[in-house]
């Protein structure tokens, strides 16, 4: 029957959109390692539960997060701040796995103050720049801005990996498997990295700049206690080989490991900090960083890294995942169609099924007369066949002969 085949290609076209969905989260996405030297961002968050705008992609070996605009500010909660602040070592690293949507403009992360931001990376695709805005220690005022030299790499539409190093005298972008940027930075712009204690740590934004919010995919977000040495992922055809900068501490590592140690297991810590807070403090924010992880569903965890190993294999596997991201949304508004169309396709469907699609005959005077036939049985009465019932009425149009309707 009519009504039974155009349920079936309804119902196989849902289907292959489902299939076809599940198919491009499938790809499986750099695998990741365990470091102790970085805050996982999505993990602090809590980006696993529910948060309007933000809609989280599993596959068995990898997981993103796909962001929107609609998005609230995703800013760390306090206790956070106050990690980042005491285990600070006079240097840092942020750093990304992401694709940004094209002909947008955002921030990636930020630092602010309760009035101004502090430190911001901010990504356009609109005129393929990438800008990182700091605040400089020189008495300057407002922030001081530096351009990438190259083209924004998120203006590619596809996977980027990137990181970049700050320390007072030195800037570092590590951009997938190029060669690394390396940037002095004059005395009277060095970059101040002394965080005031009521710092707000946000990814995907600036707080109270509604334009800065970012739109398309995460996969990793991180900060290091320390500037980058070399990119926190490895390549083929790369070897960092950064000297140290007069402003790294070589202790930091130890500071920062006893820190998150602490934060993981609630011990305290194998020697004091050197945030010039007593033990007893630093463990008082340990403690309420767990207690907030407990209360979000998550216990943070040794965060993760990606290996980024672009060999071959590697590059096939991003290319592989770009197209299907790209089909994805395809099907995500064919779906949406399907879904706008859903309603109107299920009344049809049920008239379909409730009605007998045989057209029904009348029988007039020993003849059979087919279903919506006119007959003129003089010259004033038309008689038409209606569901197997005759009915006669009044007319004055032209006599027409009854041959002419009835099948003989």
Known sequence: MESGKEK??????????WVLLGLALSVHGNAASNHENVIDLLAALNMSHHISGVTRLQSPGSVMYRIRPRAPYLTLPPEYSQLLRSSLQGSIGVHFVGHQSSASSATLFSLSSPSSPILQIISSTLDNTLRLDYEAGGGAQGLASFHFPRRNPFSREEWVQLAVSLEPDRLVFFVDCQEAVVVPVKSEERIKLELPQNVVIALASTPRRKVSKFNGHLKTAEISMRAYLRRPWLCDNVTDALPPSQYTDAQGSDSWTDSIRMFQRGAPPSKPQISHRPVEQMSYYSHDIQSDQLHRGVVLGPPGSPQGVKSVSQALTDDRLRKLERRMEELARMLD????????????????EGCECVRQQCEWEGREVDDGQRWQIDLSTVCTCTSGKVTCQPTTRVPVKMEAFVSS
């Open 8 to 17: 079936t290609l309804v119902l196989l076209g849902i289907h292959l959109l």
């Open 337 to 352: 169609m399907v879904k706008a169309q859903n309603v109107d396709l299920q009344s049809r469907v049920k008239y379909l």
